[in-house]
């Protein structure tokens, strides 16, 4: 695949983690208070026809994004050669971008 397919697909892969975590920021800001049981989020991955759900804490969705180039997913919903996974547990694991997504979508 030649530079700009890849630089492209990992546009992609940037902007669909990126959206899927603003759903979640609104989803925790409206359920923060009630709760420190687990609640459904969408998983963060890059795979744009993942739609499936995680389950975290509030508390566990906040550290997960203690830095910008963080996201929480499913075990194994990992694109290797975009990021590496930092945080491991039986709900989610927290993936960090090699590059910082305002760097790969140019923002």
Not at 7 to 23: G, P, T
Not at 74 to 99: I, M, T
């Amino acid at each position: 695949m030649n530079g700009s397919g890849e630089n492209s697909r990992e546009q992609r892969v940037v902007k669909n983690e990126l959206e899927f975590r603003a759903y979640n920021a609104r989803r925790d800001q409206l359920e923060r208070e009630m709760t420190e049981e687990p609640l459904p989020f969408v998983c963060e991955c890059g795979d744009a026809s993942c739609i499936r759900a995680l389950s975290a804490t509030a508390g566990e969705w906040e550290r997960a994004h203690s830095r910008d180039d963080q996201f929480i997913v499913l075990p194994d919903h990992v694109f290797p050669e975009y990021e590496r996974v930092v945080a491991r547990s039986e709900r989610h694991w927290v993936v960090q971008k090699f590059a910082k997504p305002s760097d790969v979508l140019g923002a």
